[in-house]
């Protein structure tokens, strides 16, 4: 950890210092390089932002390729997900210390994965999954700091730098790291969360590539929460035990530890696409209008240089010329200084600024063609007379004087060079406006072929430096439990976009898995495997497509061969209305198989060994969103699930016998009056049938009252502060199990019904927020029965700290 932590440094150290230098346009001149080139000419860093730059190009880029962009403002949002999950934990019950585990307030069984996971699921809310790992595209090199104070010498950091080395490839690294020493005793945790990315794709965008690595670690030390006597001290408020480390634990010498890594790659090749041809034509064609226009300014340069390097010499002469043979016509003299040749006005700047192509008329050249151009030629009559022959865009203009007052010097020759090799560059590059295509979007249809591969490694870790009675007889008395577990997917897929199909692909994939222990247990006439491996063999569809203001989406996967089995279909319907409201239908079906830990676990504690032959779990699930900035925010979930799969109270996996029915609505309003917003959040859930093995609050709400506002002279500072009020109804929470890591069923216990009241002072200074938190301010005088789960103490009355602080952008 020591060692990542100062390769990172390193490495946040020299990228700050770097300047991004952006390669010019092969068409640009060459005065630009010095432009764009931040380091050139100068010894220190003066960086150069193209005035075209906006906010929205630091894009954001999630697994499903929707794009958002880096936000440096501060809204109330951003208080909620100012913790060390930097998610909105509103259905999550924290346990006391930072880097702890959560209990659940509410359950979501959407896109439910068909191939079954390690379990240990207290584990994994600071587990970065496939789809929470970000993609970016910055013109600039970008990076954010968050810093928050934890409890007794505590401290996470989350920091993230990325940048562009050209405009189509991106880098970047993150890493979170957490150390909190926790009130209580035995409640360390120290957690390690390292994240690279890279995204690419050719200048064509033909061909895309993306992926990452992702390492983690995070270790907890347990304490099996509180004893009878310290649960009545804590309760009591007894004010010896104010010191919290006072009080004493069920374990000692007790952690866990998840650790593990993740390769994974994905890449996408066009194989036909009748855009992609219009646009490359219509980028040729206004790549050589632009590369004529410029062939000809440079022309206009040169010549307009020659007249003036050549009028004060040449005036005495041409004085003499026009006093013997008579005066140069006033014709003559207006072609020689005024004549340019003409130039082609495109609409490039409107091509590019437009998403659907279209090609504004470009007037043709008023000028004669350029077949009529003909080199300079310089001959001599008789007469002495010299005859200066221009191109077909100037006029010929005849100057007559001796052979000794007038000759061509090298400076002039070059310049006649370098005009000629011009012409000939607009000659080659001469096109027109007509040569142009509009793009009719009812015609667009493309063919594409994708890869996608993941590779994933996870150990999950018991040690107990002695057994302990709790979880019953050991075979050994210091236990050390190890699980493994190594999963691959690999995904090919063809994919096909058109106006009448929608977005349209086919895809197989690929599973392999490994689940493991180091041997076989033969215990008790039982024989336990030491091993789950096997294969599995997937296809499936993806559908998406547009009609107006409807957007329908469709999935469907199915195992066909392997040693498991499983299927899911998914669907949506959604009216989206530009920015005023969305309306969204959706459904979904999965058989999955449970966890690997509830089909086969081994440990050194006797009764935590046992190799199960569970049915599929069969989830069934239908529910409505609407979204809307006037009306509020609306949810709802109905759930039939049969063969769910839980742990019973004595930690065993239990498959239930009836189907488990619950009912989820979750509501957000905001209500604004002046520079004062009382936001509201409610959630309302009911099981129907199976209440008595899964266990929710009926009703769980959050209610922020908070002002906002400009502070000082010139409103230096945004200031936002308030009070949250949080509250949830009292049921039987499931009891937390250190060593399975998993929350068991309990029924002794109710936990719930105490409001929590948590003040905050948030500010913004340019693109620095810092966060000032009070947590649960009314501890000292609401009573001590605030729990997380039985025997695990909520936190007290806590001060909090913090910034996020973007640097570049």
């Known amino acids: 950890m020591k060692k990542l932590v100062l390769v990172l440094f390193f490495a946040f150290s020299v990228f700050n210092v770097e300047a991004q230098i952006m390669k010019p346009d092969k068409s640009d001149r060459i005065d630009n390089v010095s432009r764009n080139d931040s380091t050139s000419l100068n010894n220190g860093i003066d960086v150069k932002y193209d005035a075209l730059t906006k906010y929205t190009d630091y894009k954001i880029i999630s697994i499903h390729k929707d794009t958002t962009v880096v936000d440096t403002t501060l809204t109330l949002k951003k208080d909620f997900l100012f913790n060390y999950l930097r998610k909105d934990n509103f259905e999550l019950l924290p346990f006391h210390n930072k880097g702890q585990t959560y209990n659940s307030l509410g359950y979501t069984f959407e896109n439910s994965s068909l191939l079954p996971t390690i379990g240990a699921n207290a584990k994994h809310f600071n587990y970065f999954k496939v789809k929470d790992i970000s993609y970016y595209e910055v013109p600039t090199p970008t990076s954010e700091i968050m810093y928050r104070t934890g409890l007794e010498q505590g401290q996470v950091l989350d920091a993230f730098l990325t940048m562009n080395t050209s405009r189509q490839f991106n880098i970047s690294l993150a890493y979170k790291g957490l150390r ?19 995204n690419y794709h050719t200048k064509n965008k033909k061909y895309y590539a993306r992926g990452h690595f992702s390492s983690f670690d995070l270790l907890n030390n347990e304490n099996g929460g509180l004893t009878a006597a310290s649960i009545a001290y804590f309760e009591n408020n007894d004010p010896n035990y104010i010191d919290r480390a006072r009080l004493d634990v069920n374990f000692s010498g007790t952690e866990n530890l998840l650790e593990g890594k993740r390769y994974y790659f994905e890449q996408q090749i066009t194989l036909f696409s009748k855009k992609n041809k219009i646009l490359e034509h219509n980028t040729l064609i206004l790549t050589k209008i632009k590369k004529y226009n410029s062939a000809l300014e440079q022309v206009e340069s040169l010549k307009n240089d020659s007249i003036s390097s050549h009028k004060n010499s040449k005036v005495n002469s041409l004085k003499k010329i026009g006093s013997s043979k008579g005066k140069i016509p006033s014709n003559k003299k207006s072609a020689l200084s005024n004549e340019t040749p003409k130039k082609k006005q495109d609409s490039i700047t409107k091509l590019e600024s437009n998403s659907s192509i279209n090609i504004s008329k470009i007037d043709s050249l008023t000028t004669k063609t350029l077949e009529n151009i003909k080199n300079i030629i310089v001959k001599k009559d008789s007469t002495s007379t010299i005859n200066v022959k221009t191109d077909s865009l100037n006029n010929v203009t005849i100057l007559k004087k001796s052979d000794t007052i007038f000759k061509l010097d090298s400076i002039a020759a070059a310049k006649k060079i370098k005009i000629d090799s011009l012409l000939i560059v607009a000659a080659e590059n001469k096109s027109d406006s007509t040569q142009l295509i509009t793009f009719d979007r009812k015609l667009y249809s493309e063919l594409k ?27 050994e008395s210091k236990i050390s439990d190890h699980t493994s577990y190594q999963k691959l997917d690999n995904q090919f897929y063809i994919q096909l976009n058109s106006a009448y199909t929608g977005n349209l692909k086919a895809k197989i994939n690929y599973f392999n898995y490994n689940y493991h222990y180091n041997s076989i247990l033969f215990y008790d006439s039982q024989t336990i495997p030491d091993k789950l491996k096997g294969n599995a063999i997937a296809v499936g569809a993806d559908w998406k497509i547009q009609f107006g203001k409807i957007y329908l989406n469709a999935d469907a996967t199915s195992i066909i061969a392997g040693d498991i089995t499983g299927s899911s279909f998914k669907a949506s319907a959604m009216v989206k209305k530009d920015s005023v409201f969305s309306f969204k239908g959706f459904a979904e079906y999965a058989s999955k198989t449970p966890d690997f830990n509830k089909l086969l676990y081994q440990s050194d504690y006797l009764n935590y060994n046992w190799k199960n032959d569970f049915s599929n779990e069969e989830i069934s699930m239908v529910g409505i969103e609407f979204e809307s900035n006037k009306w509020g925010n609306l949810k709802a979930t109905y759930n039939l699930i049969d063969n769910y799969t839980y742990f019973d109270e004595v930690s065993k996996p239990i498959q239930a016998t009836e189907t488990l029915n619950y009912l989820k609505v979750k509501a957000n309003k905001a209500i604004s009056l002046g520079k004062f917003t009382l936001d509201n959040t409610v959630m309302y859930q009911n099981v129907l049938k199976g209440e008595s093995f899964f266990k929710v609050p009926q009703i769980v709400t959050r209610n922020t009252l908070y002002y906002a506002s400009s502070v000082f002279k010139g409103k230096p500072m945004y200031l936002q502060t308030g009070v949250t009020f949080k509250y949830f109804t009292s049921f039987n ?20 019904s105490f409001p929590v009241l948590d003040f905050f002072a948030n500010a913004q200074i340019r693109r620095t927020r810092i966060f000032l938190k009070v947590e649960n301010l009314n501890a000292s005088f609401t009573g001590r029965t605030y729990y997380s789960a039985p025997n695990y103490p909520y936190r007290d009355l806590t001060v909090r700290f913090g910034i996020v602080w973007n640097w570049f952008i």
């Open 733 to 752: 929470a499931n009891a937390y199990n250190p060593l399975l890591s998993e929350f068991v069923l309990q029924n002794n216990t109710e936990i719930g």
């Open 449 to 475: 072929f994708g890869h996608t591969f993941m590779y994933e490694t996870k150990h999950y870790r018991f040690e107990q430096a002695s057994a302990n009675a709790i979880f019953g007889d050991a075979f």
């Open 180 to 198: 909190s020493l926790g009130k209580y005793r035995n409640s360390l945790a120290s957690h390690g969360n390292f994240r690279s990315t890279f």
